[in-house]
């Protein structure tokens, strides 16, 4: 029946713009996480549209409202977070080479996105009781650093209680440490930045392992754990 071709007509010219509409949206992610490296966290939506090359009206016909466009970056964000972090996902070799690896690809995002991550902060801070992406990233390190830390307090018969509280202990502190760095025009160079914080891990990891009653060598090698990475994000 004619009639019958209406509603597959109307499908289709439906799935045609959402997918329209999905590829546009990742086009003005793009452009904007190119505008924030260049101009710094405080770019407004009319600077995104115009990075994006359109007018400000055209971006809110892809995007509810500036907090759609705020999330959608965020969104993004955190799949570049998790795969330039992915060595923190597999650490291996010695204690002090799995502390090093892990602060030095902390660092070393946080110095090369400095602009995005405080963009995210900002509107972390601005969004209420909406996703606050940053917490979400060291929570997901934290996360993972226990289960590490548990493995290998169990392999050495010890306490696996600790290993919460240290993990996220140990997340702030680099995190903590890493934005002062970043925020010191004076900042002492990258490499000795990082090493100076994994002999401070180091020191926080080998206290914990001494009350316990167990000496470890922070330059021989352990047996790498079998955990699985963290999931992505959605």
Request: charged residues 20%; hydrophobic residues 40%.
């Amino acid at each position: 029946m004619p009639s019958s071709a209406h509603p597959g007509s109307a499908d289709g010219r439906a799935k045609r713009w959402a997918g329209q509409r999905d590829r546009r949206r990742r086009e003005f992610v793009e452009a904007a996480l190119r505008v924030i490296a260049e101009r710094g966290p405080g770019v407004s939506t009319e600077q995104i549209a115009h990075a994006a090359g359109v007018a400000r009206t055209q971006l809110y016909k892809h995007f509810t409202d500036a907090a759609d466009v705020h999330g959608a970056i965020a969104e993004r964000a955190m799949q570049l977070i998790h795969t330039d972090l992915a060595p923190l996902w597999n650490l291996h070799g010695t204690p002090m080479e799995m502390i090093s690896s892990a602060v030095g690809s902390h660092t070393r995002w946080l110095s090369e996105n400095q602009y995005l991550y405080r963009y995210l902060s900002m509107h972390a801070l601005s969004a209420g009781n909406g996703p606050n992406r940053i917490t979400d990233v060291k929570t997901t390190i934290g996360n993972h650093l226990t289960r590490l830390f548990e493995h290998y307090l169990a392999l050495f018969s010890m306490d696996t209680r600790v290993a919460g509280p240290v993990a996220f202990g140990v997340v702030g502190l680099v995190d903590s440490c890493t934005a002062q760095w970043l925020a010191d025009p004076r900042r002492i160079g990258r490499d000795e930045f990082v090493a100076l914080l994994a002999r401070w891990v180091w020191s926080i990891l080998d206290d914990t392992l001494r009350a316990g009653g167990m000496e470890l060598d922070a330059h021989a090698p352990l047996a790498a754990p079998d955990l699985k990475f963290p999931p992505s994000p959605e």
